[in-house]
């Protein structure tokens, strides 16, 4: 098992400052981020610069999300416990462990099978049970449905209507919509077919794909 030392805890404490001086004002939020070590979900060879606001390699040519993005898409989602939610890319796990730090029902799906498997062996580590499925993020898990949030954590070229259907109504989605660089959107359902939408800015994620990959 990964250890969680003095200094790692440290740069922990020193990257939630940071996160507050970004604007995170949540502090449930900033606990989580507190609470879960980030360096468990990268390689060794990136101990020293884990803790640092940056998206770094992880498997299958993907990337771990800023620590900024992770605590700005959870602050949007404003949780509440015991609500259903559905992550859409599990990808290393991190932002899965921070979400199950919110006492939630949580689902999370990964088209990738190598970072499917991966997280799973994590979780265990951190003794954390998300329910979790390998899978198309675009078609959801329609057998679940509805959910209060979801949270898409890859790049969509426009809203999916799958997962718009599986949001309860007066829930909220956030999803990065955009081509190369996509704008940061809450969602909220208003009715079966109408949603009320804001907009937080510009990030830039890996693109969201249909489909297992082999």
């Not at 940071?18 to 070590?37: C, F, Q, S, W």
């Not at 390689?43 to 998206?55: K, L, V």
């Not at 329910?131 to 329609?142: A, M, Q, R, V």
């Not at 919509?177 to 800015?201: A, P, W």
Request: proline share 5%; hydrophobic share 40%; net charge positive.
């Amino acid at each position: 098992m990964p250890i969680d030392s003095y200094r790692h805890k440290g740069l922990r404490k020193r990257m939630v400052e940071e996160l507050m001086a970004k604007g995170i004002t949540d502090e449930r939020v900033l606990e989580a981020m507190n609470t879960v070590p980030r360096h468990f979900f990268l390689d060794s060879s990136f101990a020293d610069i884990a803790y640092e606001d940056r998206a770094l390699q992880i498997l299958c040519l993907q990337t771990i999300s800023h620590p900024f993005t992770v605590a700005f898409q959870t602050q949007l989602l404003k949780l509440q416990p015991r609500m259903k939610v559905l992550e859409i890319g599990t990808g290393s796990g991190y932002q899965t462990a921070v979400l199950h730090q919110f006492n939630i029902i949580l689902y999370t799906i990964e088209r990738q099978r190598d970072l499917f498997l991966s997280a799973q062996e994590m979780f265990k580590t951190l003794n954390i049970r998300p329910k979790c499925f390998y899978g198309d993020g675009y078609k959801g898990l329609p057998g679940f449905a509805p959910f209060d949030r979801i949270l898409v954590t890859c790049g969509a070229k426009s809203l999916p209507i799958e997962l718009f259907n599986q949001l309860k109504i007066g829930g909220i989605m956030v999803i990065p919509v955009g081509d190369k660089v996509q704008q940061m959107l809450r969602i909220e359902k208003t009715s079966e077919t109408e949603y009320k939408q804001e907009s937080f800015g510009e990030f830039s994620f890996v693109p969201m794909l249909k489909e297992k990959a082999r």
